[in-house]
């Protein structure tokens, strides 16, 4: 698995544990987000949050990666496109 589809999976994952508190809390709090993070411990509700950083930190990292890979190639090409004056 490359590591902008982890990065993607995390994304996603994140979110969707969100979306399995707040339907977890969905009665008492009423679509109210600042009840729901107050009926929330901040340790459960910050994986979620850890975890879409993670495959944030995942994509960039994949992005920088690619970067330094091609420079040369993506020079080259900038080079090559120039005329002489």
């Known amino acids: ?3 902008y589809n982890l990065g993607i999976l995390l994304i996603a994952l994140g979110g969707f544990e969100k979306i399995i508190i707040f339907i ?3 009665e008492t709090v009423h679509h109210d987000y600042q009840a729901l993070k107050n009926l929330t411990p901040s340790i459960i509700w910050s ?3 850890y975890t879409i ?3 944030i930190v995942l994509i960039l990292i994949n992005v920088i990666l690619f970067l330094i890979r091609n420079i040369n190639k993506i ?3 900038f080079n090559s496109d120039r005329t002489p004056l």
């Open 75 to 77: 020079n080259s090409k």
């Open 47 to 49: 994986i979620p949050n």
């Open 1 to 3: 698995m490359k590591i």
């Open 53 to 55: 950083l993670t495959g």
């Open 24 to 26: 977890s809390l969905a």
